[in-house]
Structures are given as C-alpha cells and as structure tokens.
C-alpha cells in the first residue's frame, strides 16, 4: 500500500498514472509554499488556543513547519508529482519530521479554505511589489518629464497632427494612468485582504474555532461571513487580473507610441544600444524590441482574465476543482506585469533618446497652430466659428501654394480679416501656442510645471 496515498481507507486503487499528473497541481503551486506554512502556522495557533490541541502539540508542528520553509530555501524540498500539491507535500513532510502530531494540523481544515487563504497571501504580497514596481516606473517618467518641459512633440487626434504639447505633458499622462493603476490595486487589496480559513470544505467546522484569531495573526482585515462564499470565492483574483490588464494597456500604449517615434517617418526617437536589437539579415536594423514585446504580452494578461470569468461563470457553490486553474493564470499574469514593469523602466531609463532637433522641426512643419488663429480672431470677438470657418479658407490656400500659416503676408491674412495685426505671427509660433494653453490641466508649461511638482510630491508622500 502507497504510504503516501492522500484518500481515506474508502480508496483500495490507486490513481491511474497519466490521470495523477493531469490532476496534481505540485508542479505549479509550490510557488504558494511560503504562504501555506505561515497559513498552517496561523492554524496551527489558533487550535491551540482554542483548545482543540495542546500549545506542546502547537509548538511542535510550528517548529517542523519553519524547519520545512528552511528546506525549501535551501533548495532541499522538492516534493514530486505524488505529492499532488503543496498542501499534502507539506502536511506529509511535516509527519515526516514530528511523527503523528503532525496528522493534526488538518483538524477543522479542508484544503479548500487552506489554498484560498495562501492565494490571498500570495496575492496580497505581490500587489505591494507590483505597487513599488509602479512607483519606479512612475519615478522615470517624472525624470524624463522634468527635463522636457519646454521640449514640444506634435499632439495628435485620430493619429493626424492636431495641436503641439509640452513632450512633459505627454509623458506625465503616463503617470496619471500608473497613478490610478497603483490606486486600483489598492482597492483590490482591500477586498484581497479578506480570510476564508476556518470556512472548512464548504460547511464550516463542528470545532470550535476563532476564525478571527486566526485571521489576525495573519493579518487579514476582516473573515469571509460565509462559508460557501469563502471557499469558493475567486473574485479577488478577477478583480487583481483586470487591474493587471489595465497595468498592461497602458504599457501597451506607451510602447506603440515608442515603436512609432522610433520609426523613420516619425524619427523622434533613437534607441540606444542597450535596449534595441538588430536584425539577422538587415544590417542596417535596429528594432524596438522592447515595446514590441510587452505590446505582445498585454494579450496574455488578457487572456488570463479571460480565463478565470470563464472558469467561474458556471461553477455551482462550493469549491470546484476548476478552480485549481486560478493559479497558473495569476502566477503569469503577476510574472509578466513584474517584468514588463521593469523593461519599461529601463527603457524610459536608458534605452531611448529624444531626438530634440526633429521635434523642433516637426512642429514648425504644419499646420497644428491653426486653432490658435481661430482663438486669436474669437479673442477679438470674432464669433469661434466664423474665425474657425475663415482660417479653414486660409489653410486651404496655403496648401494650395505650397505654405504654412506663419509664411502669410500681414496683407494676406488682413485680406482674410481685418483684425489681423502683426502680433498674429508670435501667437501662432509653436512655443507661444503651448505657452497658451493654461488651462488647468492643459499643456502650457505652467501647467505641466505645477503637474510635475504634484507628481514629484506624490512620489515622496507615499515612499
Ligand atoms: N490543489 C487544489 C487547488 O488548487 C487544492 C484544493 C483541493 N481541494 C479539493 N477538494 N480537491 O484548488
């Protein structure tokens, strides 16, 4: 007989081998095994000061559970495919170092309220990683924006050159969106933070537990009410994969624009050699690599949350095996929001350079100060959209002779309405027509000058 068979005397067979690897999760959820002793370990306590086993009893299986988390860090527990997952990979090693005490850990337990909680905590740790990862991120942008203040990128709409920006303007929308990342998990945390141990297999427990001593110990915020809801919950792990999503849009945008800029017909920026590759055949390549590839790992985020709804959308109470695919699903999504994170970081770090002169010309080379016409004939009380219609003509015309706007004659723009004067030709240079835009939030530099300070303040306030 399988010393190590996991099922009651009820069972005489054993699992068919293929079927064994198809249901273990060992070679997956090891990556919870830190959580799952401070979980049992919690427990652990808790039987004890309810009675229900002896502080000795407590002490000892404590103590074989932390020497278990010291073979684990030293690379010496490495429980194989029998071991199903790492609930009974521990429980068994634990027995193995303290003998029968440690066939009671499992008292008032199931597995189901036990790998709820060591997601949770897993959950729980990595969001503040993922935060601080955030918080780098958000770090290189306010870097990179603090020295491009008066540096003008166009500003598009439908991809068409609309009006220029303050190149820090542009930046810092990436901050705003990290900002509400970083609050967004947050709020996931929150509601993360809640303990279903003590929920038992689905019931609860005839023991008589504290399921808040418990959750204090491992410092959750509050107990699942429920214990249906408890053990079958994943909407946590929802919540945290949508966060993750909307973490990797906004690395998914950044890097298009990137990849963009990066091209010869933007030309705004150049990839230095430590973040670019070449290509096999093309010598003269020097591909956006970087961009390219988390743009390519965003669907994989995606996908994940794709997954979990459609995992639980039809799964009765309680806990169901399915959900046993949580864990793949988060454990990615968390690697690959880490790493895409952290390539960014270095990107926007080291690995591109603004090519100033090129976005000097650019905007100096259209017709993006065309609204400021229309608003310098509406500030002198010309109706908007009879001075909007009345510079539609004026670029019509300029096209047509092969100009821009600033290379119109004072009688040709007189021709098109009398109240042109010659100030008309400062109004419409690209750094007055950023300078303008003052309004709260907008692009001129006092206004991305007072942004940057708010975003500098916020960085140190919750570092
Ligand atoms: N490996 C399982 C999981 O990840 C642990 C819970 C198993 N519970 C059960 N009743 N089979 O969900």
């Known amino acids: 007989m399988n010393k190590n068979k996991a099922w009651s005397d009820r069972f005489e067979g054993s699992l068919h081998p293929a079927i064994a690897i198809f249901n273990a999760s060992i070679g997956f959820d090891i990556e ?56 009974f990979a521990v429980e068994r090693r634990l027995t193995e170092i303290i003998g029968d005490v440690g066939k009671k850990l499992h008292t008032a337990r199931s597995r189901n309220d036990q790998v709820g909680t060591d997601l949770r905590l897993y959950l729980r740790d990595q969001i503040s990683q993922i935060q601080q990862y955030l918080r780098d991120l958000q770090s290189t942008l306010v ?82 009410a429920n214990s249906l809801d408890g053990v079958s919950d994943r909407d946590f792990a929802i919540e945290f994969l949508n966060a993750c999503s909307l973490i990797m849009v906004h690395l998914s945008r950044l890097s298009e624009e990137m990849i963009l800029w990066a091209s010869q017909e933007f030309g705004f920026i150049s990839l230095t050699d430590s973040c670019a590759t070449g290509s096999s055949i093309m010598p003269q390549k020097k591909n956006p690599d970087v961009p390219e590839l988390i743009r390519g790992k965003a669907g994989r985020v995606f996908g994940h949350l794709q997954a979990l709804l459609v995992m639980m959308k039809g799964l009765p109470l309680a806990y169901n095996k399915d959900l046993q695919e949580d864990k ?17 970081t270095i990107l926007l770090e080291e690995g591109i350079e603004f090519k100033t002169n090129r976005l000097n010309q650019a905007v100096n080379e259209d017709f993006s100060n065309a609204t400021d016409v229309a608003d310098y004939l509406a500030q002198k009380g010309i109706p908007f959209r009879e001075a909007y219609n009345l510079v539609g003509k004026a670029v019509k015309h300029s096209l047509a002779s092969g100009k821009l706007l600033k290379d119109l004659s004072l009688e ?16 419409i240079a690209p750094q007055q027509v950023v300078a303008a835009r003052n309004s709260y939030g907008g692009t001129g530099f006092e206004q991305v000058r007072q942004q940057l300070q708010d975003a500098i303040a916020l960085l140190q306030q919750s570092s």
């Open 32 to 87: 919870l095994i830190e959580y799952d002793l401070t979980g049992s370990i919690a427990h652990a306590r808790m039987l004890a000061r309810t009675g229900i086993i002896s502080p000795t009893e407590a002490q000892q299986i404590v103590d074989g559970l932390e020497q278990i988390r010291q073979e684990y860090r030293q690379g010496n527990f490495n429980p194989g495919i029998e071991q199903e997952d790492v609930h």
């Open 328 to 344: 793949e699903a988060v454990f990615d999504a968390v690697k690959t929001v880490k790493i895409s994170l952290e390539a960014m």
């Open 143 to 224: 870097k990179q924006a603090s020295q491009h203040v008066e540096t003008l990128i166009p500003g598009y709409t439908h991809l068409q050159r609309a009006q220029p920006v303050s190149l820090a303007h542009h930046l810092l929308a990436y901050f705003q969106m990290l900002e509400r990342d970083w609050q967004r998990l947050s709020e996931v945390r929150s509601r993360t933070n809640t303990c279903p141990l003590g929920s038992g297999a689905l019931a609860g427990t005839t023991f008589a537990i504290d399921r808040h001593y418990s959750a204090e110990l491992l410092e959750f915020d509050q107990v699942y």
């Open 412 to 427: 040709q723009w007189k021709e098109i309405h009398t109240a042109f004067e010659s100030d008309i030709y400062s109004a």
